[in-house]
């Protein structure tokens, strides 16, 4: 079956713009969550949505938002870009109450801020 | 909130030596998982250990949950170059949320 897809892969975008980052989970996977990756923090929550709701979120400002669809492809969007928001942004997508498969990660959409 | 701890940051074996890493949460966690990030890849699940004082293997490697479910290592016997990678815990908490650790990179020198 197919993985958990993430768009774009690569993205260069200038201070003070918006940017939305896409993700589809496997097939039957209900929640996704949001990773920010970077060298000097590791993996960083930022938020997971079950059934097109919010249920974690992590501790980043109100500049980074997402949002799920009925179909459970989420996207998120980072509004008023900074520098420090270049990173590897990830998402996993998992089924709730089977952890013993864990999380399957996407590929990853690296930002880069100019 | 919840933090996950891990060391070391950074290790360099010989091929064949065998290979530690330790996670330490501040809080009690449901469950720990393992995943493996290959350098240029994105993380993969290895385990996931539910019962204090678990002890899992696979192959090569023994993964165990500490007693008091806040602390989990994750040991290699003798490492191959294929073993080369950032091994990361991470912690499930009451909420669900999947608390990262900081990563051990593991090096091999042929």
């Known amino acids: 079956k197919a993985g958990v897809t993430q768009t774009p892969r690569y993205l260069i975008k200038t201070r003070g713009q918006q940017v939305t980052l896409s993700c589809s989970p496997i097939?039957?996977?209900?929640?996704v969550s949001w990773y920010q990756q970077t060298p000097g923090q590791g993996l960083q929550f930022l938020f997971e949505?079950?059934?097109?709701?919010?249920?974690n979120k992590g501790n980043f400002p109100g500049r980074f938002s997402g949002r799920q669809f009925s179909n459970s492809r989420s996207e998120m969007n980072v509004s008023t870009l900074e520098l420090g928001d270049s990173a590897l942004y990830l998402c996993?997508?998992?089924?709730?109450?089977?952890?013993?498969?864990?999380?399957?990660f996407g590929s990853g959409t690296r930002l880069t801020v100019v | 909130g919840q933090q996950v701890m891990q060391i070391p940051q950074y290790q360099h074996v010989q091929e064949g030596e065998d290979f530690t890493t330790y996670c330490n949460s501040s809080?009690?966690?449901?469950?720990i998982q393992w995943y493996k990030q290959r350098p240029g890849g994105h993380p993969v699940f290895l385990i996931q250990?539910?019962?204090?004082?678990e002890v899992k293997k696979q192959k090569r490697l023994t993964f165990q949950f500490g007693e008091a479910k806040k602390n989990s290592s994750l040991h290699i016997t003798a490492t191959q170059t294929t073993d080369v990678g950032t091994y990361f815990c991470?912690?499930?908490?009451?909420?669900?949320?999947?608390?990262f650790g900081t990563g051990t990179r593991l090096t091999i020198i042929p």
């Open positions: 996993a997508s998992s089924i709730p109450g089977q952890e013993d498969y864990g999380y399957t």
């Open positions: 097939s039957g996977h209900r929640s």
């Open positions: 949505y079950f059934s097109e709701t919010q249920r």
């Open positions: 809080t009690t966690l449901s469950n």
């Open positions: 250990l539910v019962k204090s004082g």
């Open positions: 991470a912690g499930l908490d009451g909420n669900e949320k999947l608390t």
